[in-house]
């Protein structure tokens, strides 16, 4: 078993190592130029300067954590999670009631469904002109566009969780003599956590595109802001570090949440632990 | 003094362009502690009958009453048991057990105490804290009957409760419902198409007919417990609850050919 997953992993590494070289080897005969295309080792050289601190240890200006935590990779990448938190969460605690509400009541689902459905077709990055006209620039802007990506998912996949909640369990609940609102709470809500958790896990992968989009047009930090702002300045090295960046933090999160799901669905069949 | 009283119930369905009658004009007595088994094949409305008894379903003519109160919703008073268990997936089993005290409000503690015991009393101590995805089907049913005991109620419905199981934890568990029966005296109507179960588990037998689904037999069976399925009582009545099922199932094959049902 602890064979197989160490097999795998190196399996795994051999398609990126060989990318690697052939990228190393363009650069290094001069056969691309690097400033279209620099070296992964260029790339990688400007990566440790953009996260580690951009001034000396000072203990004046604070303790030793802060200093190491001071690089502007990490301010940009604390700057763009904040964002995918905070608009996230906007989203999903409106999405959440709205779409049990129109799970479980019929009349709710015929009054909001159709504005539903012309409204989630709109990409959030269409809301970017309308954001700044609304919301100004810096944070607020950002945020809304990040909530509009997190909402849709959020509530469409609450609305068909709480619709197929298995009849059986609704007959079993009201046999033991449960009213309409433990129904709600302690056997619609649960039966449909499966199906309101990936829209939590999709909800959350829009969020973090939009937060890169938002972040090209709104604010003055963040690791989209700063992958555009070395693209003025021609640093391709810089450009392709922040995306590596984003890409690893991307992924963080995707296991994080993956983490956080399987422990809350440990009850639901067909789960690996 | 009859617990459950069903009189000239009828119970019709509109399917597209026709109507299906499932239940017609069906009276039935059936006393406290008593252990009936409806008996019948697909179609012949055994389970449209303890659905209205439940309370998920009305009947469209005629009234049922429990314990002398006429019925009109789902309740705690007639614990279910169903075919595919329908525990809570998202529950151990503790808190299957324990979901029927919580809405009644039950005190904690005695709750706790309650579960405990019926856990032990059906062998499930040691699976308090699984999921039901953990458990055998056999297991699974276990937790099912200990989540309607719970509630004390004097009626146990069960549908075809050991319907999905195999033969041997079949077996197992038609005993341990009896024991529970003897010791708790409460009353069971049990849903089964499996002739021998009704011989080995009821004090009485009731054949239904299909379709319209009208009462065609009602036998009461007199042979002591535990009941020996080699035994010549045994098998004579099995001979004859054979050859009344079997004219109800050609009739529902009958129908089947002429294309006036699927089911």
Not at chain 2, 77 to 88: H, I, K, S, T
Not at chain 2, 214 to 240: C, G, H, Q, W, Y
Not at chain 2, 248 to 258: D, I, K, N, P, T
Request: aromatic share 8%.
């Amino acid at each position: 078993m602890r064979r197989n997953t160490w097999l795998a992993a190196l399996q795994g590494a051999v398609v990126p190592l060989v990318l690697l070289a052939i990228w190393q080897a363009a650069s290094s005969s001069g056969l691309v130029n690097a400033k279209i295309l620099p070296s992964p080792v260029a790339v990688a050289v400007r990566w440790w300067a953009y996260l580690a601190p951009a001034e000396p240890y000072d203990p004046a200006n604070g303790g030793y954590v802060a200093w190491l935590f001071s690089g502007e990779l990490i301010m940009d990448a604390m700057g763009s999670l904040y964002r995918v938190v905070m608009g996230f969460l906007v989203g999903a605690v409106l999405a959440l009631p709205m779409g049990l509400a129109m799970g479980a009541s019929r009349a709710a689902f015929r009054w909001l469904n159709p504005l539903v459905e012309v409204l989630r077709p709109i990409p959030p990055i269409a809301y970017i002109p309308l954001s700044i006209l609304w919301f100004g620039l810096g944070n607020p802007p950002a945020i809304f566009l990040i909530s509009l990506g997190a909402f849709f998912p959020v509530l469409v996949n609450t609305i068909a969780g709480v619709r197929q909640v298995d009849g059986i369990y609704l007959r079993a609940a009201r046999n033991l003599g449960a009213g309409p609102l433990t129904i709600f709470r302690r056997v619609m809500l649960p039966a449909a956590t499966p199906y309101i958790l990936s829209g939590v896990r999709i909800g959350i992968g829009t969020a973090f595109i939009v937060v890169i989009v938002s972040e090209m047009i709104a604010v003055n930090n963040g690791l989209g802001f700063r992958i555009l702002e070395a693209r003025e300045y021609f640093w391709s090295d810089k450009i392709i570090a922040g995306m590596l960046t984003i890409g690893l933090l991307g992924l963080a999160i995707d296991s994080g949440v993956t983490r956080i799901n399987n422990h809350l669905l440990r009850w639901h069949r067909g789960l690996e632990h | 003094m009859s617990d459950i009283l069903i009189n000239h119930v009828y119970k019709r369905f509109a399917v597209p362009g026709n109507e299906v009658v499932a239940l017609k004009d069906i009276n039935l007595d059936i006393a406290s502690g008593e252990f009936i088994c409806l008996l019948g094949p697909s179609g012949c409305g055994k389970s449209t009958l303890l659905n209205a008894i439940a309370g998920f379903s009305h009947p469209t003519e005629g009234s049922i009453t429990v314990g002398g109160r006429p019925v009109v919703d789902p309740g705690p008073d007639r614990g279910m048991v169903f075919q595919e268990y329908a525990l809570f997936p998202w529950m151990t089993v503790f808190k299957n057990v324990r979901f029927g005290l919580e809405v009644k409000g039950v005190a904690n503690d005695v709750a706790d105490a309650r579960v405990r015991e019926l856990l032990d009393m059906l062998g499930l101590s040691e699976f308090g804290e699984r999921f039901p995805k953990d458990l055998s089907g056999g297991m699974r049913q276990r937790v099912a009957i200990a989540r309607v005991l719970a509630l004390d109620s004097p009626v146990l419905l069960m549908d075809e409760p050991f319907g999905a199981l195999d033969a041997l934890t079949r077996r197992s568990l038609q005993d341990e419902l009896l024991k529970i029966w003897a010791r708790l005296g409460k009353t069971i109507v049990f849903v089964t198409h499996s002739i021998e179960e009704a011989i080995y588990l009821a004090d009485r037998i009731v054949v239904l007919t299909y379709r319209p689904g009208t009462l065609k037999r009602d036998i009461r069976v007199e042979m002591p417990r535990p009941r020996d399925a080699a035994s010549p009582e045994f098998n004579t009545l099995k001979r004859e609850l054979s050859r009344l099922v079997s004219e109800e199932q050609q009739r529902h094959e009958a129908a089947e050919r002429a294309g006036l049902t699927t089911d």
